[in-house]
């Protein structure tokens, strides 16, 4: 069982990027799926997430109105559009799954079940 992240990069202030979880040997269907992010030096933090039938989605406040959280089941894939980049959105960026029934959104969870391997994502200004 996998969790694959990709799509990072090296990108300039104002761009975007599209982060892919995808997952290999596991079904996401069950799974409501998270983003995280660690900056050198800073903890780890949530940045978005959905729900396992894509009916509930959750920002950080600093991200809203600037990403994008998706899933399409049938690729067994989440997406991370990003726009409006910002050099402080720098980071190393990782998904997350947790077999949790779609009733309970995506928020308030702890993601320990799966684990990527994350994606650097680096904003140039």
């Known amino acids: 069982v996998q969790l694959q992240a990709s799509g990072g990069g090296l990108v300039q202030a104002g761009g975007s990027l599209r982060l892919s979880c995808a997952a290999s040997?596991?079904?996401?269907?069950?799974?409501?799926i998270g983003w995280f992010r660690q900056a050198p030096g800073e903890e780890r933090e949530g940045v978005s997430c959905?729900?396992?039938?894509?009916?509930?989605?959750y920002y950080e406040d600093s991200v809203k109105g600037r990403f994008t959280i998706s899933r399409d089941n049938a690729k067994n894939t989440v997406y991370l559009q990003m726009n409006s980049l910002k050099a402080e959105d720098t980071a190393v960026y990782y998904c997350?799954?947790?077999?949790?029934?779609?009733?309970?959104?995506?928020?308030?969870?702890?993601?320990?079940?799966?684990w990527g391997q994350g994606t650097l994502v680096t904003v140039s200004s």
């Open positions: 997350a799954a947790e077999e949790l029934d779609s009733g309970y959104g995506c928020l308030a969870v702890v993601y320990d079940d799966y």
């Open positions: 040997g596991l079904t996401l269907d069950d799974y409501a």
């Open positions: 959905i729900s396992s039938n894509g009916g509930s989605t």
